[in-house]
């Protein structure tokens, strides 16, 4: 059974930084794509991040690029978001989610439950 | 970057109702139209990928059609848990981008 735990959400001031982790399993993690999306309070979905199977070419939305990097350690079976200078438009639940194939851009066949990212003074 | 409409943003009807969500693209994406099931709380679902097929445990009351610009999301037979958020989403090239969701709601 395909299983992603999101953890490291919480409240951080703006400009602070955070890291969040997606532990997977279930799957042969490393040959598989994934992403992060995220839902701010009240609006729809956001694609944020994906990163490719094996290559781990890595993507970005303009909202996030320049202050967000995606990764992920094979090792571990786990993938990461690592969030810097943070702004209050960033406050969301934040998913990771699998792909179908090894391209970031497959369609996303499975989804954690999320973690909650406030951001706040 | 591709932006995603979707129409309309909410509706009402009733178990048992056919129900029909229309999503367009700015550009041609081909087939690579996705669409996703959003409950409170819940995380997404994958309903339908690749414009037309049915992801696997999700009922056949659900189909998708198009290329192109244009798709649907249809549901021919409204059953109580389908009452959720619907999000198309293009697959086609990076950033990827979701529509902004289709609300059903029970009359």
Not at chain 1, 44 to 64: H, M, R
Not at chain 2, 65 to 70: A, E, K
């Amino acid at each position: 059974e395909v299983q992603l735990l999101e953890s490291g959400g919480g409240l951080v001031q703006p400009g602070g930084s955070l890291r969040l982790s997606c532990a997977a399993s279930g799957f042969t993690f490393s040959i598989y794509g994934m992403s992060w999306a995220r839902q701010a309070p009240g609006k729809g979905l956001e694609w944020v991040s994906g990163i490719s199977g094996s290559v781990g070419n890595t993507y970005y939305a303009d909202s996030v690029k320049g202050r967000f990097t995606i990764s992920r350690d094979n090792s571990k079976n786990t993938l990461y978001l690592q969030m810097n200078s943070l702004r209050a438009e960033d406050t969301a639940v934040y998913y990771c989610a699998k792909t179908k194939q090894w391209l970031a851009t497959a369609p996303l066949d499975y989804w954690g439950q999320g973690t909650l990212v406030t951001v706040s003074s | 970057d591709i932006q995603m409409t979707q129409s309309p943003s909410s509706l009402s009807a009733s178990v048992g109702d056919r129900v029909t969500i229309t999503c367009g693209a700015s550009q041609s994406i081909s087939s690579h139209l996705n669409w996703y099931q959003k409950k409170p709380g819940k995380a997404p679902k994958l309903m339908i990928y690749g414009a037309s097929s049915l992801q696997s445990g999700v009922p056949s009351r659900f189909s998708g059609s198009g290329s192109g610009t244009d798709f649907t999301l249809t549901i021919s037979s409204l059953q109580p848990e389908d009452f959720a958020t619907y999000y198309c989403q293009q697959s086609y090239s990076t950033p990827l981008s979701f529509g902004g969701g289709t609300k059903v709601e029970i009359k």
